[in-house]
């Protein structure tokens, strides 16, 4: 599998050649690059696209990056600024989650708090917000409020209590 990843990042440099600014083939480039764990060279090519508009996938992709590698301050500067755009309600919300799990790390949970109530200010029944919520609970030790949330959730039907939804949900805590 990985020579088909090496192929085609060569077809994209080929490509580049022709249409060297084009940053969708440098995002995807960087995608490629990542998915061989060659982030060294995805996070080189990423900083030449983060601030470009059409390629706003970029940014979160370096902050994923930027957490795998510990450096969390980082990761929440970029996802700082990204939120400052006009995003699909899709990626803001996956730029919160990520924005609140990278100050946990730093051991901010004054910042990560204060985002995650604003986020359930915005959507109070998203149940990644109110996963978010008791994440944060668990990070600062208070294990029994984590687990009153979570019965509440439970209690008032927010989330559909299919198998997936509640694996994924506990996944979201852990």
Known sequence: MLGKYHEAIEDIELALKENPDDTFLVLQKSILFHEIDDDKNAVKYLKTIVDKNETSEASLLLAEI????????????????????????????EATSLLIQAYLDLGDFKNADLISQNALLNEPDNIRNKADEIRILRFKGEKSQAINKLKEIKKDNIYNTSLNSDQWLRCKIE
Not at 72 to 81: C, F, G, M, Q
Request: glycine share 4%.
């Open 66 to 93: 930027f957490k795998k590698q510990g450096k969390n301050k980082e990761a929440v500067d970029i996802l700082t600024e990204y939120l400052k755009k006009s995003l699909p309600e899709l990626l803001k919300r």
